[in-house]
């Protein structure tokens, strides 16, 4: 099992940019593909990206694809989100998700809310 943290998450004008981390627990980081979903209220959660245990292989959303880049660190057991030009429909709570086995997110952390203003 890994434990996840999601931060850097807070409130951004439209065209900003932020960088969200996931850091996990445990030594076995490296053996889990990841990935980053989003939920907003009133709505189903939805994929956003995912990178393979190495991190040659990177998945978008068409909803984001352009503007966000996923990207990991197995050193410091850490997964990013890059945001740019960031819109009002991206507003939403951020999670990230660990897979053993790709594409079945067994594991999940308590998610990080972004608000982007207009």
Known sequence: QVQLVESGGELVQAGGSLRL?????????????????????????????????????????????????????NAKNTAYLQMNSLKPEDTAVYYCAAALVWGTWSNWGQGTQVTVSS
Request: charged share 25%; net charge positive.
């Open 21 to 73: 981390s996931c850091a996990a627990s445990g030594r076995t980081f490296s053996s889990y593909a990841m990935g980053w979903f989003r939920q907003d209220p009133g709505k189903e959660r939805e994929f956003v990206a995912s990178i393979t245990r190495n991190g040659g292989n990177t998945y978008y959303s068409d909803s984001v694809k352009g503007r966000f880049t996923i990207s990991r660190d």
